[in-house]
């Protein structure tokens, strides 16, 4: 009994010290983050960065290794490679919260099980006593259960405890690290985003914030749900090589290995299951999101009854696949519990009995102790066994849930490092110009399929191709591909035989827009014009053209132009143009963002980085005021107000405030991409004044070039053979750019 005591005793100060170091720990940890997040609004985050704290470019080599697996087949089916890989992401180092998490956890494992031992041998010398009429023992034997029963719970609710921070301390390491790399510098959203790569992971939305939660989830309870039953089946197999000697838990041992291997040959590929089902939930959601972004459409068209059966169709795909894992389960849930509730307990039983039919010499009091210690033993034992067998399934599912992180992580980290503006050695970007200039560029459609065809490149040769984003798998050594007839179907065929195609919008543009030097950019629908401020912005890779007039987004071959070489060179297309930040580039669709009215007018600064830069909401005001916007503030109650902004400003407002925020960051050269379409004709001559009239150089993309080519020197007319507008179809799209002034193409 003192042993039993002592051993509580033990428990118990363990138990009381991770008590008090966790209720310290959480208080200095609440005050540090609230006293972080008064200083500044992004401070109240804490600096769990994994992207920070693992190299970047030492996960792009991880996650390099191979192309990943949506775009190489044969990288699926090794979750444990990628799980490891996930891992270094969340835990990254030995000293880090997870890993010490990981550590207690373990600990409390450990405990738990030692305290199983201690109440089985109590239990069996509680109804030893009880059989032999010893009331003060039996008595006695009580106390002690009560007394262990006190750190036993405690040791249960902490383990639950520890697996729940273990999973929310993974979710915010890799969201974290997944969102530096979704809204990293090269727009990885918009990437993503774009054909071609779309079909390969659509639904970004639904693998971080439901994915990943799952994922996290399911990995911190496999600590609990194989780590404990691994360790419990040790313990109680050496407590009973005691009890039922070796043949008994040799023999267990067999048993436990028979089931595992038929529950193997019975099972469907639930990880695979699971991975399918993530897919059809992500395409729900995605149904109902989008539904949700153009609800005023929907409604003026009263379209919910075709809306409706896109989601209920969507809904049957997934509640079919959710019946058909049900079913196929069928077979494995019957032999599970067959197997493991039935034969188990019957086998307990008779390994239980052996040792007393063969020593008839015990008597009856150690005969119902050496019983029900065994019993309950054995008892343990089965359960650990089939806690084992039941977590097999969810390591199954695991998989699945791994595979689906995999696949988005290995995504970001592909175009992080592949994607760069204009990687390729034959596009070259200059950004220290003072003014914007393109040197035979070719604006061409992001490749559907392009994405596959270059990672492709990658995986064959191991490392990274020079050709950029969403080429072609060519590389600078390869031949110009095209047609011949300069024909605007920009087909290549990858090695795989996968078809990336690209539409050819303007070719071998030669455009430079000095400063104050106001150019329009017009054309028919769909010529290009958005296309043309993608692709200096960045968001679009430009194309090269070669003297043949073929076309490729890789590197092509062309005869160097001195008559001396007869070799070829590959750098022919140039985009220079000031700093990044000195032109901005204002959309057709005005974007709103959640915030205050200042917000709007700041966006994407700040407050603080406002008030950093010394401008003050009387600024803001002077700002609205040219816009003809003074009157918000006042209408909606303030520069604080938070509200739908969306919903609340009229379309001529929204484009009024976009270029309210064109004045407030004051660039020095501003795309304006029909931002002044709803607006009335007085006000929109008054507003292209005053963006003038601050020193800005504008190149407006508008279809009414009449109404605004007084506020423009020069014109580029895209969608235009040599004579006349052509049809868009098939005719190679040509520009003409006219001087207005002189009047000269
Ligand atoms: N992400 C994309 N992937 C593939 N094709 C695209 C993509 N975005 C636009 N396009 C295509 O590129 C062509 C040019 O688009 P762009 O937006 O530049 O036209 P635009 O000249 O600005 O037309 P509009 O006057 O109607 O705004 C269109 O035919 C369009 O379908």
Redesign the pocket.
Known sequence: MPTVLSKGTAIGAVSIFTLWYNYTIHKRVSKKLHDASKLHPSASRPNLSAWRSVAPDEQDRIFDRDAPPFLNPSNRGKPLRQLLAIMRILVPSWRSKEMFLIVLHTTFLIIRTWLSVIIAELDGKIVKHLVRGQGKKFLAGLVSWFAISVPATYTNSMIKYLENKLSIAFRTRLTRYVHDLYLSDNMTFHKLL??GTSSCLSNPDQYIATDIARFCSALSSVFSSVGKPVLDMLTFHIQLIRGIGGYGTASMFLIYLATIKLLRKCSPPLGKLAESEANLEGELRSSHSRLITNSEEVAFYNGHTRESESLTRSLDKLITHASYVAKVKIPRVFLEDFAIKYTWSAVGYILCAIPFVMDPSINAGQRMQRFTTNKRLMTNLGDAGGRLMYSLKEMMELGGKTARVYDLVSMLHYLRKYDGRCPSSSVRVYEDYDGIRLTNVNVC??ESGGVKVAANSISSSGHSSSSNEFAAGSDSECDTVGNEDGSNSGDDSSSDGTTATS?M?VEGLNWHVKPNEHWLIT?????????VMRVVSGLWSPAVVSATKRYSNGAVRQPLLSSSSSSSTSIMCTIEKPEASDIMYIP?RAYLPIGTLRDQVIYPHTHAEMRDNGVTDNDLMKILTKVHLSYLPRREGGWDVCKEWKDVFSGGEKQRMSLARVLYHQPRFAFLD?CTSAVSADVEDDLYSQIKKAGITLIT?S?RPFALQKHHQKLLT?GCGDNEPTG?SGALRRYIAIDQKEGKK
């Open positions: 774009l054909p459609t992001p539409t919008l054309g028919p629908n769909g010529a290009g014009k958005t296309a057709q029909e993309i279809h895209l868009l």
